[in-house]
């Protein structure tokens, strides 16, 4: 008698196939079924494996044939990581690791530090004194600005002065050019507000 298969037939040693008698959850006998030969339930039959699509489906998990097999991956799974991922965990524990010792440091400092000592250390904190804009820094901001704007009118003076020249030797000018010698006085009056005292172009 062989071993039962998943459906439960056995096969007897004449050859004869059947699901033997068993007893129900309430205490009845089911009979012993006799199966028909060549008879296979679907609980019997095995799927059917295409080694090709199987190995194909498998590929690049084995690795190189013949070779070692790879060491194993740390437990934090650091292997498996980006290039980006560590450095961003990297960048994280440094960050975590500074803010801790800061807090440690101004903790032991301030503990340290009597009631008064606090009160003239906190006067005497630079980072929370508001440092006022250098006044010289901002005048030479705007002088430089200023005599940027002044470059740019004289530049503009001795085009429209170039156009006049033009203008008297006879020569025909495009009405951009007449409009831009129309706007002579114009510029005169900016470079006087701009404290321009030089010689005319």
């Known amino acids: ?36 030969p060549g008879y296979r339930p679907p609980e019997d039959v095995e799927t059917y494996k295409n080694r090709s699509a199987e190995a194909w489906k498998n590929r690049g998990s084995g690795g190189v044939p013949g070779a070692d097999p790879p060491p194993a991956a740390s437990t934090d799974g650091g ?11 990297a960048a994280r524990k440094k960050t975590s690791a500074e803010t801790d010792e800061g807090d440690l440091a101004s903790a032991l400092h301030n503990s340290s530090l009597s009631d008064g000592d606090k009160q003239s250390k906190d006067v005497q ?6 440092v006022a804009p250098d006044a010289q820094t901002q005048g030479s901001d705007a002088e430089a600005e200023t005599q940027k704007k002044i470059r740019n009118q004289l530049k503009k003076l001795k085009a429209v002065s170039e156009l006049k020249t033009k203008k008297a030797a006879g020569e025909k000018l495009s009405p951009d050019q007449l409009v831009k010698i129309g706007k002579e006085s114009e510029l005169l009056h900016d470079l006087k507000k701009l404290g321009y005292t030089g010689p005319e172009v």
């Not at 037939?9 to 004869?16: D, E, H």
């Open 79 to 89: 292997a498996n990581k980006s290039k980006n991922a560590k450095r961003r965990e």
């Open 125 to 130: 904190d630079p980072s929370k004194v508001q």
């Open 1 to 36: 008698m062989s071993n039962p298969s998943k459906a439960g037939i056995r096969t007897a040693a004449n050859g004869a196939s059947y699901i033997p008698a068993s007893t129900r959850a309430d205490g009845s006998t089911r009979k012993e079924i006799r199966v028909r």
